[in-house]
């Protein structure tokens, strides 16, 4: 049964697809928007304490919190929902080889004698 041949037969139908579409437009948006703050993040790690005047970052984000969602994914955001995925794999792999490198960095400064160690304090004599 084609989709327009559903929401005839079920007056309800059509509003419940298109609030479903809705709903998940919206979560999608969000997931979107949140791939696109780690791009971001990943050009720019310092953001806003980059620029010459060190504007103030903006504030953080509340947690975002899934939705109960009462129906599967519509066939017309499936495209968007997968596109997304890719995006966020891409996302991910490039964080974790930004936090890898960024291992590889502390390592090698780490074993570098005297740096961070605080152990050990240094007294200089200036009065001889």
Do not use: C, N
């Amino acid at each position: 049964m084609a989709s327009a041949e559903r929401a005839a037969a079920a007056p309800g139908a059509a509003h419940e697809t298109e609030s479903s579409l809705s709903a998940w437009a919206a979560i999608l948006d969000v997931l979107e928007s949140a791939v696109a703050v780690a791009e971001r993040t990943l050009k720019d790690p310092l953001g806003p304490l980059s620029a010459p005047h060190h504007a103030a970052a903006a504030s953080p984000r509340e947690r975002w919190t899934p939705p109960v969602l009462t129906g599967p994914l519509p066939a017309e955001a499936r495209r968007r929902a997968v596109a997304l995925s890719a995006a966020q794999q891409r996302v991910a792999q490039r964080l974790e080889d930004a936090r890898r490198d960024l291992a590889r960095q502390l390592h090698a400064v780490s074993s570098v004698p005297g740096v961070g160690d605080p152990s050990a304090a240094i007294y200089l004599d200036v009065s001889s």
